[in-house]
């Protein structure tokens, strides 16, 4: 996770250090600034420009930004670049003193919550939440999919999922996907012999999916796309054969967790365009890499004389996750080949 840090006091600068540290050594990737005048505690970096340019700089590029401060600071420096709870980061503020670690943006979608008590427990300090299904220990949707690396279709219905649960109303599910917990409090397992309860979840890669009148759906992003091309290929190409073939197989684009090829293709226009543009991680391996998967793979000669290895779309897409399914075999158009593996998943609530 990318963390950035601020303190401005010599109190609060020794505890960022402190925290600074303890980040680092879980894994993390953190940045801490501080305006004091005074020697400066390990970890810590002069923060030179005005605060607001700094958050500017960093706010949609980190995971968390954390303020040692008042609370007044934090907010101030903040509000002219929040734009959507499922896009700014998590914001926490910690008093100088370490006694209240407080969750002030992007509890749920952010991680911040976990991350406040995560810190709270670390500096033994007291975590304040505010957010309702927390409070009330209820089922929070967003919290949920975000954990479970799934994609909210409509973030109005999730919050009517936390209002409805607030008022007890019981909450339909489906899921095209094995469920291996028990369901939270007021969520109820639709099963296809019943009337299905007015408004409900869907666990689903087919965001056309309505087994409620009104359906909220979870896509979990659990394809890997396999990818191979002649070289220049526009990405309209590519882009039209991804879409029809997902279609066809009533799989949500927003399924797809990453794009895989050959490292020939690594620096090709039109498979970079078209990730950029859905904002899809881009991996690519070497034909030996490739060619050294087994299984029954769609073999082609003139593939093979030009990358070295005999398919490049079914077998890039394994690599990436070699325990999942080959669901979608080797389709071709216009230049452009691809194939779909879907990873092995299984819900769990708790």
């Known amino acids: ?34 305006t004091i005048k005074s020697q400066l505690p390990p970890n810590l970096t002069k923060l030179n420009l005005p605060l607001k340019e700094q958050i500017k700089v960093i706010f949609h590029n980190v995971d968390a930004i954390i303020f040692v401060s008042a609370c007044a600071i934090a907010v101030r420096s903040i509000a002219p670049f929040l ?23 992007s509890g749920h979608i952010g991680g911040g919550n976990e991350l406040t008590k995560q810190i709270a427990d670390f500096i033994g300090a007291t975590p304040i939440i505010s957010t309702a299904t927390d409070l009330n220990h209820l089922f929070a949707v967003d919290v949920f999919a975000t954990k479970n690396n799934m994609y909210i279709d409509d973030m109005n219905l999730a919050k009517q999922v936390s209002s409805d649960l607030l008022n007890h109303k019981e909450i339909g599910l489906t899921s095209d996907f094995p469920v291996k917990s028990p369901l939270p409090d007021h969520l109820r397992m639709q099963s296809p012999d019943e009337t299905s309860l007015p408004f409900g979840i869907a666990i689903t890669l087919d ?27 526009p990405m309209e190409d590519i882009e039209f054969l991804i879409l029809h073939t997902l279609a066809k197989h009533h799989i949500s684009l927003h399924a797809i967790k990453q794009i895989a090829s050959i490292d020939l293709k690594s620096s090709e226009e039109g498979l970079l365009s078209f990730c950029e ?16 998967l087994e299984g029954d793979f769609t073999p082609s000669t003139f593939v093979k004389s030009v990358t070295g290895v005999d398919n490049v779309c079914e077998r890039a897409a394994l690599y990436q996750d070699p325990e999942g399914s080959l669901i979608i075999r080797k389709t071709v158009r216009n230049g452009v080949t691809i194939a779909v593996v879907l990873a092995d998943y299984i819900i769990k609530f708790f």
Do not use: W
Request: proline share 5%; with cysteine.
């Open 83 to 105: 734009e959507s709870k499922t896009t700014d980061p998590a914001v926490i503020v910690i008093d100088e003193l370490g006694q209240y670690v407080i969750s002030l943006l």
């Open 207 to 233: 965001d056309k999916k309505y087994p409620f009148e009104v359906t909220l759906r979870l896509i979990p992003k659990i394809i890997t796309l396999g990818i191979g091309c002649k070289k220049g290929t």
């Open 277 to 292: 543009k859905y904002h899809l991680p881009y991996i690519t391996n070497t034909s030996a890499e490739l060619a050294s």
């Open 1 to 34: 996770m990318r963390y950035v840090l601020f303190s401005f006091t010599p109190n609060a600068s020794t505890l960022c250090s402190e925290l600074h540290k303890n980040l680092v050594n879980n894994s993390n990737d953190c940045t801490s600034y501080t």
